[in-house]
């Protein structure tokens, strides 16, 4: 029985409305929530502390006006456990460049231990973060993103050469900023700090989502191949992603079914580095997966059509 083709092609442009749309909106986003850095390319120091009793026997806003008053305003408490000693904690994160000097570190250590005597405040350690080394390590990681970028386009420029590879690998970069920039977005609307993880989660994104447009590209080719002249470049795109269609659904449903598992369980067991980690890579396969199969070869075919009316 054949499976009747969908419109890729012919819904197109519904498909590059729909994509401008979502990116203008997480421009705006980015404008009116703002985007938070995380500490290490802010700047600043964060200190540890591990306290006796059940989680919540300190009181988080009282430590945080101790705090306030020793190191300043402008500053963040929030609660940790540590698992190699099964203590409960918190961190103090000071947005601070000047660091804070041991005397000062004594001064807070010993308030707190004053007002909660009864939890045997101890600190763990305190860590300082220089912002110009965050920002050079942000700089090599967006240089390393650009030249992968360009080294896709040669790589695809070469393989696909006679379907016009070069025109075929600057599109399907474009469709890669358009994972780039919903990964950002996830980071902003649910006002998650950029950090390592944002880069980390970036570079996945941008391995899985290439692939998947050279299994459609590689498909177009043997298409083009097959039909010559007898069909459309249009015609020959659209059928080549319809083939691939469901190699691409259900690669792309287990991969996200077994990070909303990992998720789950970052959840249950309170691990916040994961679930920060895994939850902007589920909305980066799903926008992968989306610009792999709708934008991709449609801009491709846009192009070459495009170039052939000039």
Same mark, same amino acid.
């Given at each position: 029985m054949k499976h009747k083709e969908i419109g890729f092609v012919k819904n197109r442009k519904k498909f590059f409305i729909f994509s401008t749309v979502l990116m203008l909106a997480i421009i705006i986003s980015s404008f009116v929530f703002g985007v938070d850095l995380d500490i290490r390319f802010k700047g600043g120091t964060m200190v540890d502390y591990s306290y006796a009793g059940e989680q919540g026997a300190v009181d988080l806003e009282q430590v945080s006006e101790i705090a306030s008053d020793v190191l300043g305003s402008n500053l963040t408490v929030e609660e940790k456990f540590n698992k190699l000693t099964n203590q409960n904690g918190f961190e103090i994160t000071l947005v601070d460049n000047d660091g804070v000097s041991s005397e000062v570190q004594g001064d807070l250590t010993d308030k707190?231990?004053?007002?909660?005597?009864?939890?045997?405040?101890?600190?763990?350690?305190?860590?300082?973060?220089?912002?110009?080394?965050?920002?050079?390590?942000?700089?090599?990681?967006?240089?390393?993103?650009?030249?992968?970028?360009?080294?896709?386009?040669?790589?695809?420029?070469?393989?696909?050469?006679?379907?016009?590879?070069?025109?075929?690998?600057?599109?399907?970069?474009?469709?890669?900023?358009?994972?780039?920039?919903?990964?950002?977005?996830?980071?902003?609307?649910?006002?998650?700090?950029?950090?390592?993880?944002?880069?980390?989660?970036?570079?996945?994104? %941008?391995?899985?989502?290439?692939?998947?447009?050279?299994?459609?590209?590689?498909?177009?080719?043997?298409?083009?191949?097959?039909?010559?002249?007898?069909?459309?470049?249009?015609?020959?795109?659209?059928?080549?992603?319809?083939?691939?269609?469901?190699?691409?659904?259900?690669?792309?449903?287990?991969?996200?079914?077994?990070?909303?598992?990992?998720?789950?369980?970052? %959840?249950?067991f309170g691990v916040n580095s994961i679930l920060s980690f895994a939850f902007p890579i589920i909305m980066g396969l799903i926008s992968g997966a989306y610009s792999s199969v709708c934008l991709a070869s449609e801009l491709w075919v846009t192009w070459k059509e495009k170039r052939e009316k000039a």
């Open positions: 707190l231990q004053e007002i909660f005597a009864d939890q045997d405040i101890k600190q763990l350690s305190i860590t300082s973060v220089n912002p110009t080394m965050g920002k050079e390590f942000f700089i090599k990681c967006m240089v390393a993103v650009l030249f992968g970028s360009l080294l896709m386009i040669l790589y695809i420029g070469i393989r696909f050469r006679k379907i016009g590879g070069v025109s075929a690998g600057f599109m399907a970069v474009v469709a890669l900023l358009h994972d780039v920039m919903v990964v950002f977005g996830t980071f902003v609307v649910f006002r998650m700090p950029l950090d390592d993880s944002f880069i980390a989660v970036v570079l996945t994104i %941008l391995g899985y989502s290439i692939n998947s447009t050279i299994v459609i590209y590689d498909r177009i080719r043997e298409n083009k191949r097959l039909y010559g002249s007898t069909k459309s470049l249009g015609e020959v795109v659209n059928i080549s992603v319809n083939q691939t269609l469901a190699r691409s659904v259900n690669t792309s449903v287990a991969t996200i079914l077994s990070m909303v598992v990992v998720c789950i369980v970052a %959840l249950i």
